[in-house]
């Protein structure tokens, strides 16, 4: 399971780094994702990283402003998030592709091909 944190309450604006931790060699073989999802809607794909390579993808709706970064050493994937806006609060998570060895498009990710979610961190974008 991967295990997401960092998140909180920020004013417009302002910056947060959301990290998840995910087992050893987990992105050697599979993508990993961030999600995020507020009550009531789907759960929408806002950035992902590919294995192997480390391509990454990026929603339009937070490109610009949120980029996904991996630290190997670390067994972390991390998600800065910059110019907050109330439409980013969400609880986020991050999850890795059931399919092995697939590059990560967020356009057409779909959550149930995802498994390993981890329990969400809470982002509150509020004056």
């Known amino acids: 399971q991967l295990v997401e944190s960092g998140g909180g309450l920020v004013q417009p604006g302002r910056s947060l780094r959301l990290s998840c931790v995910y087992p050893?060699?987990?992105?050697?073989?599979?993508?990993i994702t961030w999600f995020r999802q507020v009550p009531g809607k789907e759960r929408e794909a806002v950035s992902c990283v590919s294995s192997g390579d480390g391509y990454t993808s990026t929603a339009d709706s937070v490109k610009g402003r949120f980029a996904i970064s991996d630290d190997n050493a670390k067994n972390t994937v991390y998600l800065q998030m910059n110019d907050l806006k109330s439409e980013d609060t969400a609880v986020y998570y991050c999850?890795?592709?059931?399919?092995?060895?697939?590059?990560?498009?967020?356009?057409?990710?779909?959550?149930?091909?995802?498994?390993?979610w981890g329990r969400g961190t809470q982002v509150t974008v509020s004056s």
């Open positions: 050893a060699f987990t992105l050697k073989y599979y993508s």
């Open positions: 999850a890795r592709d059931r399919w092995r060895l697939r590059p990560c498009r967020v356009s057409s990710a779909d959550p149930t091909d995802f498994t390993d």
